[in-house]
């Protein structure tokens, strides 16, 4: 049984690596396709589906770690990240008891926000533009249906149950 | 940890706020860090993918050629037309081999009767991209070699045909490649026939614009658009791309570089040119000391003079 909950725990931190990985291999480096954050996609559907095997602290080492290996500014994806999973996870597991639909919709908004801040932090200086990054949260928006059935099937739950345990 | 703590008491959920608190002011000092001290950051950064990124390499290798093999199969289904178009190719193929013996022998003769000496200082060393940026605040390409191999930030990326970008941030064994599509990519361009300078910025986009055009009537779709030197850091005319003009009337470049099947790229090592900074010394007999050397250097100086 604690074996159990311990490979449970492992789980997010090794599919987080795969996440941050997945973007970088070089399928067509130079052709600038939009790709989805898979990272973001994968924590939010874990965090809705398993907030005990997502601590807040895994979560920030892989949000830092994906901001520096992605060549993304480094510390904002990280707490956009924090902060849209800590809104789902709270207040008493609120989020959990959320459709599939509404999980969708929050995550997308949530994700659009934060690459609407980070652009905004970015205008500072020279940033890539608000049209770069539009295909970037579209193509993280169509993946986190996806994800968040992948993740369920791994963690072997039914998807949504109202209440705390 | 406190922070894994989900069911607990109100003391260690007050914690828990208190540390996330710490992280999220940590978090946004990173950035302001990097906004500040952007150097370092991604000093550490590039350490960071040079630690990471070849450790993965037999994870991304296999399955960037899975991918690629499947976008090959797809090709297979227009292989007989393929064919054809192949063989008209190799057909005019054979007579510009022709044309290109013909040209080597006449240059191998000219240089002889000129006894030239062409710059030796390009020397390039070839590189595997490892990864890509992967993400869209970038463009950019992680290569395998780095200061061990004696790459510096600075030096142009070519691909077989053309330009691919410069190297910005290296680490002892991986380098990235900012491409020319890169909104902070600024290169300083020529454009031929008609000569004129311009500056390349890339925008995101898959065609960088030309700016600063101090001749913009003087070009037409189709120029071939190679670099200027201008600056020092590019070695001049490598082949960029040609123009093209899109939809917004705004003077583009079609890149020359393979951009979507980019696997190697080779990096111009380039020891800086000499500069000619003083008049030469005086030609003559050691002199001795100082102060009988001031007058013996006025007649000297008369002497080389004529």
């Keep these: ?165 | 940890m406190a922070l894994q703590k989900q069911a607990s008491p109100d003391y260690l959920r007050g914690l828990r706020r208190i540390l996330l608190g710490i992280a999220a002011a940590l978090m946004i000092g990173l950035f302001l860090l990097w906004r500040v001290d952007n150097l370092r950051v991604e000093q550490f950064r590039a350490s960071l993918i040079d630690a990471f990124a070849p450790s993965f390499d037999w994870t991304i290798r296999p399955l960037a050629s899975a991918t690629r093999m499947v976008s090959d199969l797809r090709s297979y289904a227009r292989v007989h037309e393929q064919n054809e178009e192949l063989r008209r190719e190799l057909q005019r193929m054979q007579g510009w081999r022709e044309m290109a013996l013909q040209l080597e022998q006449k240059n191998a003769r000219l240089l002889a009767l000129n006894r030239v000496r062409l710059n030796p200082r390009i020397s390039f060393v070839t590189a595997e991209v490892m990864a890509d940026a992967g993400g869209p605040f970038q463009r950019s390409v992680t290569i395998n070699v780095g200061t061990a191999d004696g790459v510096g930030d600075g030096a142009a990326a070519v691909d077989g045909l053309g330009l691919v970008g410069r190297v910005a941030g290296v680490a002892e064994r991986s380098a990235r490649v900012l491409l020319l599509t890169d909104s902070s990519s600024r290169v300083p361009v020529t454009i031929l026939p008609s000569g004129g300078r311009a500056i390349l910025s890339g925008d995101m986009t898959g065609a960088p614009v030309l700016d600063f055009l101090d001749q913009a009537e003087a070009i037409h779709p189709g120029d071939r658009v190679v670099t200027s030197g201008d600056g020092g850091i590019f070695p001049a005319d490598v082949l960029v791309g040609r123009v093209t003009r899109t939809a917004d009337g705004r003077p583009r470049v079609g890149l020359a570089a393979d951009y979507a099947g980019l696997a190697f790229v080779r990096l111009l090592r380039r020891a800086p040119v000499p500069m000619v900074t003083e008049p030469g010394g005086l030609i003559g007999p050691r002199q001795p000391e100082a102060p009988a050397a001031s007058e013996n250097a006025h007649t000297a100086a008369a002497e080389t003079g004529r």
């Design chain 1, 1 to 165: 049984m604690r074996s159990g909950r311990w490979s449970r725990r492992a789980l997010l931190p090794l599919l987080g690596i795969v996440a941050i990985h997945a973007p970088l291999v070089p399928v067509a480096p130079g052709s600038g396709a939009a790709m989805p954050d898979l990272l973001w996609c994968l924590v939010l559907a874990f965090v809705a589906r398993a907030p005990d095997a997502a601590p807040a602290a895994v979560i920030v080492g892989l949000g830092l770690l994906a901001d520096l290996m992605l060549s993304r500014p480094p510390g904002l994806g990280a707490l956009g990240l924090l902060i849209a999973s800590e809104i789902f996870r709270a207040p008493d597991g609120a989020a959990r008891g959320w459709s599939p639909p509404r999980e969708w919709l929050f995550a997308a908004a949530a994700f659009a926000a934060t690459i609407l801040a980070t652009a905004l932090a970015e205008r500072l200086t020279l940033g890539p533009g608000l049209a770069a990054l539009r295909g970037h949260v579209v193509a993280t928006v169509l993946a986190y249906p996806f994800v968040a059935l992948g993740v369920g099937w791994l963690l072997g739950q039914r998807p949504a149950r109202s209440g705390t345990r």
